[in-house]
């Protein structure tokens, strides 16, 4: 029995959560969620985006999914997913960029995982007014540097993936990226010298190179490790390459917690509409099942899912399709339950 704190959040949040929980619970494994508050929503209804008593489920779950949340204006509150990250230790984001047959996308044959550092950079939130506007703080550390490099390698083991790659602005973040890089190469020497390691190639990119290459040229990259806005901006444009936002899935983890979510946030354009893409958050709670190392329902489901894109006769809009949410789930959990 797994014990899965829930957060389904705001906008197309609860849409894509209740459409995954209806075939996570065809599932031959048992799960016991529980729900949780956070999000804007939440934060009217309390005066808090993120109740302590959600953040102690989390902790204290094996697993917790999120759905989406809609930001609190930036004045007033720290963002309510930034703050479970943090309070979680979730120093790791993978974001897998992974193309999907029957989804019409610019690249059909792609796999790479991007890597995101989670606990800092210009996400800090050390800011403040100055008399002529206001500055942020970027704070790289070697130790979470180090620690990203390190998920980098051996993600990049684990997944069979042949090169990792840093991207970084070093040439004119000197100081913070010169810390991010010189990081990332001491750790690639460490894992240089390792039997297992040997073979996996490691390079090193200026993220506006980065960026156009991920369009141009997606196939240089395999495991690609940045520093935290870098990944949060390169993860949906990884996004826009396989499909779009309703593709795209990521893990957040820690030494002790994971939180799975969708890349994609509370859509606002189509919330209440019944017809956000579940893909996203389903593709979420397969890394979640992978997390708990339960691999072959983890497969099972992302198989179903794939069989329903291949199919393409229940497909959301952003897919081409005219299927609701609901309907494109009720066909995932079909074959899932077989
Ligand atoms: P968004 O990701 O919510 O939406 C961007 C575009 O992608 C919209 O046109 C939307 O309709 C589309 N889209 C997103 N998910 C989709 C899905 N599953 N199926 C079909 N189409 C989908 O980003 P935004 O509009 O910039 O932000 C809206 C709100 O969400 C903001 O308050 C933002 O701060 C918040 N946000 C939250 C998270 C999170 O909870 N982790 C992530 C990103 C943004
Ligand atoms: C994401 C989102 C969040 C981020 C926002 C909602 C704070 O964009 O998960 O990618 O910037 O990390
Ligand atoms: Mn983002």
Redesign the pocket.
């Known amino acids: 029995m797994y014990t899965i704190t829930v957060i389904p959040g705001d906008g197309i949040g609860p849409e894509v959560m209740g459409a995954t929980l209806d075939i996570l619970k065809a599932s031959d494994l048992e799960f016991d969620f529980q729900e949780a508050r956070a999000g804007y929503a939440c934060f009217e209804d309390t005066g808090t985006n993120l109740p302590d008593e959600t953040v102690e489920m989390a902790k204290n779950s094996d697993a917790t999914l999120f759905g989406?949340?809609t930001?609190v204006p930036e004045q007033k509150t720290v963002?309510s997913?930034?703050a479970l990250?943090k309070k979680l230790g979730l120093y790791a984001?993978l974001?897998p960029v992974k193309s999907y047959p029957g989804v019409k996308a610019v690249y059909d044959d792609l796999d790479i995982l991007i890597i995101?550092e989670?606990s800092e950079g210009l996400?800090s939130e050390i800011e403040e007014y100055t008399e002529e506007g206001a500055t942020a703080l970027r704070v790289i550390t070697r130790k979470a540097s180090e620690r990203i490099s390190h998920v980098a390698f051996t993600e990049a083991l684990k997944r069979g993936k042949k090169r990792v790659t840093a991207v970084h602005k070093a040439n004119v973040l000197r100081k913070t990226d010169g810390v991010f890089r010189d990081s990332f190469w001491k750790v690639a020497s460490e894992y240089n010298q390792m039997d297992d390691y040997r073979d996996i190639e490691t390079d090193e990119f200026y993220v506006d190179a980065a960026a156009m290459f991920l369009v141009t040229d997606p196939y240089r990259f395999q495991v690609l490790v940045t520093t935290?806005?870098f990944g949060?901006i390169l993860?949906?444009e990884g996004a826009g390459l396989v499909g779009g936002l309703g593709m795209a899935p990521?893990a957040n983890i820690g030494d002790n917690n994971g939180l799975f979510?969708p890349?994609?946030?509370s859509a606002p354009d189509i919330a209440g509409k019944g017809v956000a893409n579940p893909a996203a958050m389903i593709l979420s709670a397969c890394l979640m099942l992978n997390f708990l190392g339960e691999h072959q329902e983890a497969f099972k489901l992302e198989e179903a899912l794939i069989n329903v894109l291949e199919q393409g006769k229940y497909l959301t809009p952003d897919l081409g399709g005219t299927s609701t949410t609901e309907e494109m789930a009720r066909a995932v959990r079909e074959i899932f339950e077989k």
């Open positions: 989406a949340v930001s963002g997913i930034l990250r984001n974001r995101r989670n996400y935290n806005l949060d993860s949906d990521s979510e890349v994609h946030g």
